[in-house]
């Protein structure tokens, strides 16, 4: 709207301090926003004057271009050879999937719910020339707005045998890939087996804590880790040593690339005997720290990876970030290292909050934070 009375549009929106309200510059920048924020089932109003029932109609084409982008390709024939497997469901919102509640549709969506299931079903996918994203719970990923091509694996392969005494005085686990990381570590603690108690909070599943070496309060997951089994692009099963995965600070070959089209199976770890009492405190006292220190509410954990001279959140803290908001993507007003949905947060909204704080904190301490998250999905680089 023109200025009126000393008034535009853009103070108007500014001054009523709402946070869900936004301006935008002409009716492409709104065709954009709308396009951002609908979600399958939405309805789509327009309220206001003049010629504001143009919006209508363009946010319909960009649609209808956006449909007909990821119908692209034909997945049927693929998703008749899946359904022999598990059930199919296609263009299923990512946004169901995640615990940021962010991403658009998947092409092909299916469940694994065992590790031969997780490897028939990529076997199929690779015989059919379709990407595949393995998903666990949905922690440490931003899915873009326009979902992800090709079949998303939700991965529910969640067996665990063991213990097998190493005879070297530990005890050799193997859990599947799709196992809940800080479901696994409580029960070995319960069971009095040191090694992986520092694991009890970390949310995710084993296949992410193996891709990422997840790690915290001083422990990781390479500290006790022997082997995994992969399935590769040909279908081939085999097993990586754990030296072989050059495991570093919350990364390993599969995020340095090197291990692309390939499925984490199961893994295989060696933990030792401990006292059940005094692990089960141990995890407790971590509990009790963890919620003391990390918001609740829609989160995909620790944004940042820490630097080894300062917290991620400090610096964020420093350039006067906390709290700050861009649409409903907040950072934390506890913990300036979580980023959390307040509502109807787009990913565009977490990356442009994401690129804000890394701007900030290079301008002011020459640091260039290295993310702990991944974006996935079609129009991120990874």
Same mark, same amino acid.
């Given at each position: 709207?023109?200025?009126?009375?000393?008034?535009?549009?853009?103070?108007?929106?500014?001054?009523?301090?709402?946070?869900?309200?936004?301006?935008?510059?002409?009716?492409?920048?709104?065709?954009?926003?709308?396009?951002?924020?609908?979600?399958?089932?939405?309805?789509?109003?327009?309220?206001?004057?003049?010629?504001?029932?143009?919006?209508?109609?363009?946010?319909?084409?960009?649609?209808?271009?956006?449909?007909?982008?990821?119908?692209?390709?034909?997945?049927?024939?693929?998703?008749?050879?899946?359904?022999?497997?598990?059930?199919?469901?296609?263009?299923?919102?990512?946004?169901?999937? $995640?615990?940021?509640?962010?991403?658009?549709?998947?092409?092909?969506?299916?469940?694994?719910?065992?590790? +031969?299931?997780?490897?028939?079903? @990529?076997? /199929?996918?690779?015989?059919?020339?379709?990407?595949? =994203?393995?998903?666990?719970?949905?922690?440490?990923?931003?899915?873009?707005?326009?979902?992800?091509?090709?079949?998303?694996?939700?991965?529910?392969?969640?067996? @665990?045998?063991?213990?097998?005494?190493?005879?070297?005085?530990?005890?050799? =686990?193997?859990?599947?890939?799709?196992?809940?990381?800080?479901?696994?570590?409580?029960?070995?603690?319960?069971?009095?087996?040191?090694?992986?108690?520092?694991?009890?909070?970390?949310?995710?599943?084993?296949?992410?804590?193996?891709?990422?070496?997840?790690?915290?309060?001083?422990?990781?997951?390479?500290?006790?880790?022997?082997?995994?089994?992969? @399935?590769?692009?040909?279908?081939?099963?085999?097993?990586?040593?754990?030296?072989?995965?050059?495991?570093?600070?919350?990364?390993?070959?599969? $995020?340095?690339?090197?291990?692309?089209?390939?499925?984490?199976?199961?893994?295989?770890?060696?933990?030792?005997?401990? +006292?059940?009492?005094?692990?089960?405190?141990?995890?407790?006292?971590?509990?009790?720290?963890?919620?003391?220190?990390?918001?609740?509410?829609?989160?995909?954990?620790?944004? =940042?990876?820490? $630097?080894?001279?300062?917290?991620?959140?400090?610096?964020? +803290?420093?350039?006067?970030?906390?709290?700050?908001?861009?649409?409903?993507?907040?950072?934390?007003?506890?913990?300036?290292?979580?980023?959390?949905?307040?509502?109807?947060?787009?990913?565009?909204?977490?990356?442009?909050?994401?690129?804000? /704080?890394?701007?900030?904190?290079?301008?002011?301490?020459?640091?260039?934070?290295?993310?702990?998250?991944?974006?996935?999905?079609?129009?991120?680089?990874?």
């Amino acid at each position: 709207e023109p200025e009126s009375a000393g008034i535009d549009a853009e103070t108007l929106v500014r001054e009523i301090e709402e946070p869900q309200a936004r301006f935008v510059a002409s009716f492409e920048e709104a065709a954009e926003a709308a396009i951002e924020l609908l979600r399958p089932g939405d309805v789509f109003f327009t309220i206001g004057a003049g010629d504001v029932d143009e919006l209508g109609p363009l946010v319909i084409d960009r649609l209808q271009q956006a449909g007909a982008a990821a119908a692209s390709k034909d997945y049927s024939a693929l998703a008749a050879a899946l359904a022999e497997i598990t059930e199919v469901r296609e263009h299923e919102p990512l946004s169901r999937h $995640t615990t940021f509640g962010i991403g658009g549709p998947a092409d092909v969506y299916v469940v694994a719910k065992n590790s +031969d299931d997780l490897a028939d079903i @990529v076997i /199929a996918c690779r015989e059919h020339d379709a990407p595949v =994203f393995v998903l666990g719970s949905g922690s440490n990923i931003i899915v873009s707005d326009a979902g992800i091509r090709g079949v998303v694996i939700e991965n529910r392969a969640r067996a @665990v045998s063991g213990p097998e005494p190493d005879g070297k005085g530990g005890f050799r =686990f193997t859990a599947e890939s799709g196992a809940s990381f800080a479901s696994v570590a409580r029960g070995f603690a319960r069971q009095g087996f040191a090694g992986l108690e520092w694991a009890s909070g970390i949310p995710g599943t084993l296949g992410g804590a193996v891709v990422y070496n997840a790690g915290a309060y001083g422990g990781c997951l390479a500290d006790v880790l022997e082997s995994i089994r992969i @399935v590769n692009g040909t279908g081939t099963a085999r097993k990586v040593q754990a030296e072989e995965l050059d495991l570093v600070y919350r990364g390993s070959s599969f $995020t340095k690339g090197q291990y692309d089209n390939r499925v984490v199976l199961e893994a295989e770890f060696t933990l030792w005997r401990g +006292d059940e009492a005094e692990l089960m405190e141990r995890v407790r006292d971590l509990d009790r720290r963890r919620l003391a220190a990390q918001p609740r509410g829609r989160n995909a954990g620790s944004i =940042f990876k820490n $630097t080894p001279e300062h917290p991620a959140w400090r610096m964020i +803290d420093q350039v006067g970030l906390r709290g700050h908001r861009i649409g409903d993507a907040q950072i934390s007003e506890q913990h300036c290292n979580f980023f959390i949905n307040a509502g109807h947060a787009t990913a565009t909204d977490m990356k442009a909050l994401i690129d804000l /704080a890394r701007e900030r904190v290079r301008d002011k301490f020459g640091v260039e934070l290295e993310l702990e998250v991944g974006f996935v999905g079609e129009g991120f680089d990874g």
